[in-house]
């Protein structure tokens, strides 16, 4: 079964990831790192807010996902210039747009995303 699933091998991933419902249509750009204890949902797109501009324009330098992070269907984790990362047990909603750093055990929804709340089940 094509699982339609887009991991370029320069993704370093943790262990335990979980791509609940196989990661069906997710997308992640290859300068990621992935934490342990993460699970991803369906159509998920982890990569750069600037993709319309060249790579070697770009002051994006990388994703940071902390571990036992959640990124619920559709979310799109979007880094800006330097380094973005998700906190540490931090949740993204459905369909949220993530423009921004997190911090640990926060949640997260929205378009763009904003805090809602914390985790308090950690």
Known sequence: MPLNLSVPAGVQV????????YGFGTVIYPEVTI????RIYHQVTIGRK???VPRD???FEHVKIGDD?????GCKVLG???????????IV???AVLLNSTGENEIWAGNPARLVGHRTDR
Do not use: C, E, K, M
């Open 50 to 52: 600037d993709a319309h």
């Open 57 to 59: 324009q770009s002051p």
């Open 93 to 95: 909603g459905a369909n």
């Open 14 to 21: 943790g262990s335990d990831l979980t791509l609940v419902h």
């Open 80 to 90: 800006g210039a330097g380094v973005t990362r998700v906190g540490s047990g931090t």
């Open 69 to 73: 992070v959640v990124l619920f269907p």
């Open 35 to 38: 934490g342990d204890r993460v």
